[in-house]
């Protein structure tokens, strides 16, 4: 059973930086993946769409972090990283990495999550 696993999240102060990293570890997806992203949810609120980076395809950030963040991939490794600069403190929330896989030949999508990590913005 593949799961994804997260680290990287901490307490930083505003301004400062972050890198979370998710890998894939304990086992082969059983589809190609289609896309990998970062979700994350404030407290009380939805979780919201933070970045994607599809494979093959332009990344897309939410407007909030576009030039803040950004999102990279290590195919080789399964692994998606989010390098968050000139963090503030609306940025607090559980950050959850996605791995999107898609069925060849079909629209079906599976999804996988990962556990979440807390970021914290705060002086």
């Known amino acids: 059973q593949v799961q994804l696993v997260e680290s990287g999240g901490g307490l930083v102060q505003p301004g400062g930086s972050l890198r979370l990293s998710c890998a894939a570890s304990?086992?082969?997806?059983?589809?190609?993946?289609?896309?990998m992203g970062w979700y994350r949810q404030p407290l009380g609120k939805q979780r919201e769409l933070v970045a994607i980076i599809p494979t093959g395809g332009v990344t897309n950030y939410a407007d909030s972090v576009k030039g803040r963040f950004t999102i990279s991939r290590d195919n080789a490794k399964n692994t998606v990283y989010l390098q968050m600069n000139s963090l503030k403190p609306e940025d607090t929330a559980i950050y959850y990495c996605?791995?999107?896989?898609?069925?060849?030949?079909?629209?079906?999508?599976?999804?996988?999550w990962g556990q979440g990590t807390q970021v914290t913005v705060s002086s």
């Open positions: 996605n791995v999107e896989l898609r069925a060849p030949g079909t629209w079906r999508t599976y999804n996988y």
């Open positions: 304990g086992g082969i997806f059983p589809y190609p993946i289609h896309a």
